[in-house]
């Protein structure tokens, strides 16, 4: 059985990142979870004769110092609150290096992420830190848009529309259901070539709905746009949680075009539960902020 033992929330201080927090609060005491929650302090290196040096760096001591405030501020205040175990890192690693190594490190099942919810693509892909995570993180991500105000996920929208992670897919949304006393609405989508393979795949996940005495209610439908189909469907069934898989699409990291999950993104402000399979750490040396490299003389 899938497990949500601990989640990561990284957090800039803004009003999207402490939305994400306050939802992953609320999952942890459901999950009885460790919330690690993380700022990453930007640094920025000159690399000359003399090796590699931080630029600025009594103003990056004052970022990092004034992170540890900040954290602690939300440390005390989720503790009192939630009655939760949570711990703090501040780290000068970049953004993708940073989180993945805390998700080896810690263990982590779970990265919750704030977004500004909908926008369109061309803004998404160049402002936007959260894909970066949905594409290069070692673990599922959850991204919580924030206008999302609920803290629990009774209406679980589990799409079936590709083979991958389909059985831990299915783990999850029973977990999901059981710790929200929520229902699971289960999608079957496909076109006209996919529509065998998809078919069989959403009968073998409809009879592990039944067999695990899920309330669970389930639909199947022909349609050319599946991603649209998706958004709608949470549209009407008034869904608190959408849950996909990372090969949703498997041109899903593309910059060009409306792939799939970029029309998931910015169709719906529901929640995404992006499940991911946890990759092997790999023990390469961190991409250490920015290097401006200097000519050397002769």
């Known amino acids: 059985m899938s497990t949500i033992k601990n989640i990561l929330v990284p957090t800039d201080f803004s009003a999207k990142a402490d939305n994400a927090l306050r939802l992953a609060a609320e999952m942890a005491g459901r999950h009885e979870s460790k919330l690690i929650v993380t700022h990453i302090v930007h640094t920025y290196y000159l690399v000359d004769r003399g090796g590699k040096q931080i630029i600025g760096s009594e103003t990056v001591q004052q970022s990092i110092d004034l992170a540890k405030v900040k954290l602690e501020e939300i440390k005390k205040t989720f ?74 996920f009774k209406k679980i929208l589990f799409p079936v529309r590709v083979e991958n992670e389909l059985d831990q897919k299915a783990e999850l949304s029973l977990l999901l259901a059981q710790k929200n006393e929520g229902g699971i609405n289960l999608l079957g989508v496909a076109d006209a070539d996919g529509i065998a393979q998809v078919r069989k795949s959403y009968i073998e996940m409809r009879k592990v709905m039944q067999l695990k005495s899920a309330d669970c209610v389930s639909e199947f439908k022909l349609c050319v746009d599946s991603a649209n189909v998706i958004v709608e469907t949470a549209q009407d069934e008034e869904s608190d949680i959408i849950l996909l898989a990372d090969q949703d699409e498997n041109s899903w990291k593309s910059f060009m075009g409306e792939n799939f999950f970029k029309k998931i993104i910015n169709g719906t402000d529901v929640p995404l539960f992006i499940v991911k399979s946890k990759v092997a750490k790999i023990d390469n040396e961190p991409i250490l902020g920015y290097d401006v490299t200097l000519p050397v003389p002769g």
């Open 79 to 152: 503790q009192e609150k939630y009655n939760l175990q949570i711990e703090t890192l501040i780290s000068t690693q970049g953004l993708i290096d940073s989180i993945n190594e805390i998700i080896h490190d810690e263990d982590i099942d779970l990265v919750v992420l704030g977004t500004s919810g909908r926008q369109d693509v061309k803004k998404f892909i160049l402002g936007s830190n959260s894909y970066n995570v949905l594409q290069y993180s070692s673990c599922s991500v959850l991204l919580v848009p924030e206008t999302f105000k609920k803290s629990t």
